[in-house]
């Protein structure tokens, strides 16, 4: 089946705009993650969703990111007012459930440029 | 203090050897697992591997096995017969399950197979 797919691929942008990215998870998945990767680093957990429950957000860095999904699917984040430092991959990634033995499975991710 | 540590920025290791990549993990919680992830150049993150902290076995997966040493919270990756194509960014990552369920994830080595 399909996995995760994330839009766009690439994203250039002035800093100051707002920007959103969009992540299709697989289908049947109900959790969701979104992920930051700056260059050369590990991922740094950004926002959880579980189902229908309230979203954790304990990762955000600022209150510029926000994120929702709609109908326990699609999921977008938004990045207001960007920022340099803002600037890396943002990956997404869904699992069958919450449990902690549940593989995560990852989209090949939106390269965000902030000018 | 850092949940996950990978010691090790850079490996090098020819075709046809064993190569051992070290994690060692930070955790009071008695419920968790453990994942190993590679990431090609391409930047996609590939599962590879899942210990819970309860298998009483490491666990194996093709060339891959995981060397779970529990009492002195290390989760190490061993890739038998190395190929060319192993050459990529590995991550170690941890989930607790008191603490939710995104992954916490290493700095990651980056491992390098030669002919």
Redesign the interface.
């Known amino acids: 089946g399909a996995g995760v797919s994330q839009s766009p691929s690439n994203k250039v942008t002035e800093k100051g705009k707002d920007v959103e990215l969009r992540c299709d998870p697989i289908s049947g998945h109900t959790?969701l993650?979104w992920?930051r990767q700056s260059l050369g680093?590990?991922?740094?957990?950004l926002i959880?969703f579980?189902g229908n429950s309230a979203p954790?957000k304990?990762?955000l860095p600022s209150d510029r990111f926000s994120a929702e999904r709609t109908g326990g699917s699609v999921s977008t984040l938004t990045i207001q007012r960007t920022q340099q430092e803002d600037s890396a991959?943002y990956?997404c990634?869904s699992?069958l459930t919450?449990?902690?033995?549940?593989?995560?499975?990852?989209g090949?991710?939106t390269?965000l440029t902030v000018l | 203090a850092q949940k996950i540590t990978q010691t090790q920025p850079g490996m090098f290791v020819q075709e046809k050897e064993a190569v051992t990549l070290d994690c060692t993990y930070d955790t009071s919680d008695p419920s968790y697992g453990l994942f190993w992830y590679k990431q090609p150049s391409s930047g996609e993150m590939i599962f590879l591997i899942y210990q819970g902290s309860y298998d009483q076995q490491n666990a194996t997966e093709g060339r891959y096995s995981l060397n779970f040493q529990k009492a002195r919270k290390s989760a190490n990756l061993v890739i038998s017969a190395s190929q060319l194509g192993d050459s990529a960014m590995y991550f170690c990552a941890m989930r607790e399950n008191q603490a939710g369920t995104a992954l916490i994830f290493g700095k990651g080595t980056t491992l390098s197979v030669s002919s």
Do not use: I, K, M
């Open positions: 959790a993650y992920y680093q590990g991922l740094e957990f959880y579980q954790d304990s990762g991959v990956l990634a699992s919450r449990g902690v033995q549940n593989e995560q499975f990852f090949p991710g390269r």
